[in-house]
């Protein structure tokens, strides 16, 4: 029992990341209509700023953590950058399906960039980026990095709801992904709201990599493709647009990847063995988007005829 | 009840028989209690105000919507449930309010994907280039520009569809709709945008048509003076429930009819 | 045959082209002429050519966004290798020459049945989803067959090395020697050419107008009587079995098979070189399927700046030109001929379609 519990607080872990990552492909796609699949890079964006700025915080005698807020600067100069020299003239001319492909582009772009300027070996961080004590309950321990992972994520999305819920930006946001035009109408600067957005999604994505890092210190170009990818099946599977949706999708991921690595060759035999766990995510999302295909929080909207 | 049995006084087995059909969308009755009979060769109007669920009825006639309530008879087959292409390869098809063409196929090719059903080759002669392919290829084609000639699209049959103007799409929308080899077209506000010119050729169109291939039609149109010169009868609805029907006299001086088009007198 | 009298003219001529160039592949393959080099790219061109005109069919014709080609050239590519091995273990046509052809051509017909079965497994679920939901779920049909194949314990990682650690496909009867490829260029030029030819019957028959007009407007569509959930599953399993084919031609041609090269980014690849070419141009995927092969051996050494310059210009032509380098426009051997003659029936037609 107590190592399912331990299992269970690792899913939790690995779904608070998954879960901000894919808080920005939801917000994003709740605007635009755009799946950014450059975002998963902008993860790589965030790790590599730190990967340079831990140093520098160090020698001021400042914890490791500290260099998030200039993985946050980066990660969102980028991912605004994105969207204003590749996304939204795409948008103003193009289809969809052009968008989209924008948008596999600019994954391309950002990860060969990196392998350019920081060739494909993986860097490590080598200082521990939070130091926290473990906690131990009954007979489950919980280490500090795990801790401290949740916690971010749990105050991270707080605010962001605040901010949506609470703020004139907010609202202006969600205006605009309820009907841009009606928003142009009602005196909202739609591009500066889209701007904003792509900004908070970044940042969320560079935070993502704080946390990612704190557990799995090696950045390399290509790291934010499938941690992205992942993320991205949790924002369609809580419902993609919709932001609890993207919390949940992102926990469920976590825990199922964590229990099925776990548990899957047992349960099932030895047929289904902890090699196929990404299968058993991907697998996952087909089945709900055949039961469920708005997602798990989504409502399913025919096309009118 | 008054159920369109003064719409079929006469006849034996209607073409399509339409019995307490409705739909409810989350709780919202969109269609209510619709009955309707049609018979061969004829020409019925369905009118109402916007939003008054006309183009949900042919909707649910065409298996888009399938219906919660009651059911509906094509031929004496039971309808309820099927599939819009089984629909139309029953024999009921129908134009589109915004119309819906196959923009970058041309104007031929947009009739001959009605025509599908009629091609008589199988995959392996079409991958082969049998025979067969070339024989039913070219028979359907004379076909399809048989029927464009009564359109008067014969001239345009290689012109891509989205160039064509405005009245010609509808006509080639009709056109299509002809191909699949229906008994019952459903239009959906076939002079919707069109000037008075177009509209005359429309009318002309479908006069021709209707003696031509012996079909019946199911006609939404706003245009009231259209619908009440080509109709024999008439249903009006309103908020999903029919509120009159009869021929083009009695509904032009039908009360609930007045009212409903120019609101309430209080 | 009852082929109008125009077409057979002109049919005749493409096909005493194609037996032009074919012949010429022949006599220059079988006298080894190439270096190892360009015998690679002309592999990897035909390799190319067959996913990217498949992959078309899906994205362009059928207008359903799908990105996880790569799984089916993978079940086809594990398929031909696995079968090829056990028939040579088993000592059936294990032999070279003749032998060998015979079992590369049983492969293929397997690979290529193996994936179509595939396709049509993964596309009735799929493609009952539209647009960005489709391109999702695709990729995760395409990651799930390669981390599958992965885990399979005799056909992944250490499956068909024979014990060896690496998965060594010349010990399976596939993954051909320089010579060898050399003298196959004919073949799989000819395979290349049925394999495109049939594509084109296949879009311009009935069969092929019923999924354009399910690109161009799936409602009209059905209301037009086309049972548009079987043609779009039909489309897609067609597509996928090519792709089969391609990964049959894959395994004959590399060494060593890792699933690896074959997952999401390959995809990416042969999705690139469709849009490169024009989604619905079965020209424009020929064209880019050649170039960009070309070009991506030609600047292997610079490979970083090669994908960095790719995107930039995939970025490029979705703001400046979406529709592709040839659109929706295809080459036609007469039309062209007519032109040069002055004669212009090809041209006259064509103006008057623009007209």
Known sequence: ?305 | MDNGTQLSTDRETPLIKVSHLGITFGGLRAVNDFNLEIGENELVGLIGPNGAGKTTVFNLLTGVYVPTEGDYFFLGQRMNGKKTHQVVQSGIARTFQNIRLFKQMTVLENVKVAMNPYYSYNLFSALFRTGKYWESEAENEAKARELLEIFNLQDKADYIAENLPYGQQRKLEIARALATGMKLLLLDEPAAGMNPTETAELLECIRIIRQRFNISILLIEHDMSLVMKICEHIIVIDYGTTIARGTPEEISSDPKVIAAYLGEED | MKMPQEIKKASTMNLIAVAILLGAIAWLGFAQVFSSYIVGIFWLSCIGIIMATSLNLTNGFLGQMALGHAGFMLIGAYTSALLSLAMVRADVLAGEGVQQLIRFVICIVASALLAGLFGILVGIPALRLRGDYLAIITLGFGEIIRVVIQGIPWAGADGLGQGSASPVLYKTGLGFNNATKSHYMFFIALLTVLCVAVILTFIRSRFGRAIISIRDDEIASAASGIDTTFYKVMGFAFSAMFAGIAGSIFAACYSSLNTGNMGFMASVNYFVMVVFGGMGSITGSIVAAIGLTTLNEALRSFDEYRMLVYSVVLVLMMIFRPTGLMGTYEFSLTKTLGRFRGKGAGKKQEEEVQA
């Open chain 1, 1 to 305: 029992m107590s190592e399912f519990i331990q299992q269970a607080i690792n899913g939790l872990r690995m779904g608070s990341v998954y879960a901000l990552i894919a808080l920005g492909y939801t917000m994003v796609y709740g605007i635009i209509r755009l799946i950014n699949f450059a975002h998963g890079d902008f993860i790589m964006v965030g790790a590599y700023t730190m990967i340079f700025v831990i140093p520098v915080m160090l020698g001021f005698g400042l914890p490791a953590w500290t260099a998030v807020a200039a993985a946050v600067i980066v990660a969102s100069a980028v991912g605004v950058t994105t969207e204003a020299v590749a996304y939204r003239p795409v948008r103003k001319r193009g289809t969809r399906m052009s968008a989209l492909i924008t948008a596999i582009a600019m994954s391309l772009f950002l990860e060969n960039l990196a392998q350019v300027l920081f060739t494909s070996n993986p860097r490590v961080i080598k200082a521990s980026i939070f130091s926290l004590p473990a906690v131990q309950i009954g007979a489950v321990k919980i280490d500090g990095t795990t801790l401290a992972t949740i916690a971010i994520a749990a105050v991270t999305m707080v605010g962001l709801q605040l901010f949506i819920h609470k703020t004139k930006m907010g609202r202006a946001m969600r205006a605009v992904s309820e009907d841009k035009q009606a928003s142009i109408l009602m005196g909202i600067n739609v591009n500066r709201t889209i701007t904003l957005t792509f900004a908070i999604g970044s940042a969320l994505a560079a935070v993502a990599a704080l946390m990612y890092c704190a557990q799995y210190p090696s950045v390399m170009p290509t790291m934010g493709s499938m941690l992205g990818l992942k993320a991205f099946v949790a924002a369609v599977l809580g419902g993609i647009g919709i932001m609890p949706g993207a919390m949940l999708g992102g926990l469920t991921i976590g825990l199922v990847e964590s229990l099925s690595k776990a548990y899957s060759a047992t349960l099932t035999g030895g047929i289904i063995t902890s090699a196929f766990s990404d299968a058993v995510v991907f697998g996952i999302l087909i089945i709900v988007l055949l039961v469920k295909p708005a997602g798990i929080l989504g409502k399913n909207q025919g096309e009118k005829v």
